[in-house]
Antibody, heavy 118, light 110 residues
Framework: QVQLVESGGGVVQPGRSLRLSCEAF????????YQWVRQAPGKGLEWVAF????????SHADTVKGRFTISRDNAKNTLFLQMNSLRVEDTARYYCAKDMAINGLDLWGQGTTVTVSS | QSALTQPPSASGSPGQSVTISCTGTSSDVGGSSYVSWFQQHPGKAPKLLIY???RRPSGVPDRFSGSKSGNTASLTVSGLQDEDEADYYCSSFAGTTSVLFGGGTKLTVL
C-alpha cells in the first residue's frame, strides 16, 4: 500500500528536542523530493522544509531556520525532521509529503502531533 | 516570507461554480510556475488538486481547474457538490529557496 507514516511526535518542554520520522511504503522513496508541512491547532498550513530528490538541496522556513533540519536516508526509505530548541509556537500537527513534481505534493502522511509546553 | 492572501470564506449552491483567489507578489505567485492547490476536510490530511498552476493529478475530477493572471492564482470548482465543502489552500514556490501557503479558504456548499 502506497503511504507515508510519520512518527516521533509527543509532548516536550520548551528548549528540548524531538526527531520526527516519515517512513515510505509501496513506492521508490529515492525517486522523489519531500516536504514537511505543519498545522497549528485550528490554523492553516505552514511550510517547514523541503529536500530535493537527490538531497543536493534543502531549505527551511525562516521560523525554523537554525533550529530544524530536514534529512533523508534512502536506504531506510525514511525522511527526518530534527527539531531543536523547540518553542511553544512550534506546537502543531506535522505532515510529511511526497513531491511528484516541484511543489506537487501528491501523497501525505496522517501527521504526527508535537506539543511544546512547560 | 509572508503568507499568500486568500479570502477566508466562499460559498455556492450545488451545481454552481465558485472561484477562490490566491494573491502573492512577483517574487512568488507571479514569478512561479509551481503553484498548487490543496483540499482539506476536517481531521484529514490535505489532498492535492492542482499543481504547476493548471495541471490535475490523476483521479482529481475535471470540475477542479487552476489558472493564473499576474500575481493572482485562482481555483475554480464547477458543478459544486456537497463533498466539496472543505478548506482550500494555495501554495507557491518563492524563488528557489522557500514555499509559501495561503491562509486558507473555507468553502461552504449552501
Amino acid at each position: 500500500q502506497v503511504q507515508l507514516v510519520e512518527s516521533g511526535g509527543g509532548v516536550v518542554q520548551p528548549g528540548r528536542s524531538l526527531r520526527l520520522s516519515c517512513e515510505a511504503f509501496g513506492f521508490t522513496f529515492s525517486d522523489h523530493g519531500y516536504q514537511w508541512v505543519r498545522q497549528a491547532p485550528g490554523k492553516g498550513l505552514e511550510w517547514v522544509a523541503f529536500i530535493w530528490v537527490d538531497g543536493s538541496r534543502e531549505s527551511h522556513a525562516d521560523t525554523v531556520k537554525g533550529r530544524f533540519t530536514i534529512s533523508r536516508d534512502n536506504a531506510k526509505n525514511t525522511l527526518f525532521l530534527q527539531m531543536n530548541s523547540l518553542r511553544v509556537e512550534d506546537t502543531a500537527r506535522y505532515y510529511c509529503a511526497k513531491d511528484m513534481a516541484i511543489n506537487g505534493l501528491d501523497l501525505w502522511g496522517q501527521g504526527t502531533t508535537v506539543t511544546v509546553s512547560s | 516570507q509572508s503568507a499568500l492572501t486568500q479570502p477566508p470564506s466562499a460559498s455556492g449552491s450545488p451545481g454552481q461554480s465558485v472561484t477562490i483567489s490566491c494573491t502573492g507578489t512577483s517574487s512568488d505567485v507571479g514569478g512561479s510556475s509551481y503553484v498548487s492547490w490543496f483540499q482539506q476536510h476536517p481531521g484529514k490530511a490535505p489532498k492535492l488538486l492542482i499543481y504547476a498552476v493548471t495541471r490535475r493529478p490523476s483521479g482529481v475530477p475535471d470540475r477542479f481547474s487552476g489558472s493564473k493572471s499576474g500575481n493572482t492564482a485562482s481555483l475554480t470548482v464547477s458543478g459544486l457538490q456537497d463533498e466539496d465543502e472543505a478548506d482550500y489552500y494555495c501554495s507557491s514556490f518563492a524563488g528557489t529557496t522557500s514555499v509559501l501557503f495561503g491562509g486558507g479558504t473555507k468553502l461552504t456548499v449552501l
